[in-house]
Antibody, heavy 125, light 107 residues
Framework: QVQLIQSGAEVKRPGASVKVSCKAS????????ITWVRQASGQGFEWMGW????????RYAEKFQGRVTMTRDTSKSTASMELHSLTYEDTAVYFC??????????????????WGQGTMVTVSS | DIQMTQSPSSLSASVGDIVTMTCQAS??????LSWYQQKPGEAPKLLIY???ILHSGVSSRFSGSGSGTHFTLTINNLRPEDFASYYC?????????FGQGTKVEIK
């Protein structure tokens, strides 16, 4: 079945970087964008950006510009998100997810229809 | 960035109730609006896209409406499995944004 399996939990010091991976299976990896979203404990979702696995194009939320890098390895059907210069405020669960396009009555719409299980990133000294 | 504001932040309801929650965008997003459900410890699930189109496999008790800046998610005949948090998200712009969620709790 269609799945996104993420790497395990991480604990990092302030100022360090973290890289989270996301392996896709059950569909053609290059056919759908991968988006990254994070959620701090008890909070809502914060959209970080998305990547087109076909050509590597990326779009990042303004808040993370210059601090986040999204890449992919098409040979392994794996996407990765690296966040640099970590602070305590980066402690959160990070999700990768598939951005799919759906046909409506007169237009096409995007939605996130497959999610990874989430990766807990803790920033602690 | 487009800001998405959901209200209320939480509500209490009973099994069988009709529940309504709203999502307001800081500028028009036309009908490029999705709704998600999240239960504790789980990843979210897509419920609705295009403001009113039910995603495959989602119960018809869920319905969405609205366009422009004001949107509504309605749950009819609330069931125990519906107690969860609900989030709206706009995809009108390249840079997506989510609302802060509405938590539906058992009265």
């Amino acid at each position: 079945q269609v799945q996104l399996i993420q790497s395990g939990a991480e604990v990092k010091r302030p100022g360090a970087s973290v890289k989270v991976s996301c392996k896709a299976s059950g569909y053609t990896f290059t056919n759908s964008d991968i988006t990254w979203v994070r959620q701090a404990s008890g909070q809502g979702f914060e959209w970080m950006g998305w990547m087109d696995p076909d050509n590597g194009d990326t779009r990042y939320a303004e808040k993370f510009q210059g601090r986040v890098t999204m890449t992919r390895d098409t040979s392994k059907s794996t996407a990765s998100m690296e966040l640099h210069s970590l602070t305590y405020e980066d402690t959160a669960v990070y999700f990768c997810a598939r951005r799919s396009r759906f046909r409506g009555n007169s237009d096409y719409y995007y939605g996130i229809d497959v999610w990874g299980q989430g990766t807990m990133v803790t920033v602690s000294s | 960035d487009i800001q998405m504001t959901q209200s209320p932040s939480s509500l209490s309801a009973s099994v069988g109730d009709i529940v309504t929650m709203t999502c307001q965008a800081s500028q028009s997003v036309r009908d490029y609006l999705s709704w998600y459900q999240q239960k504790p410890g789980e990843a979210p699930k897509l419920l609705i896209y295009g403001a009113s189109i039910l995603h495959s496999g989602v119960s018809s008790r869920f319905s969405g409406s609205g366009s422009g800046t004001h949107f509504t998610l309605t749950i009819n005949n609330l069931r125990p499995e519906d107690f969860a948090s609900y989030y709206c998200q706009q995809s009108y712009t390249t840079l997506w944004t989510f609302g802060q969620g509405t938590k539906v709790e058992i009265k």
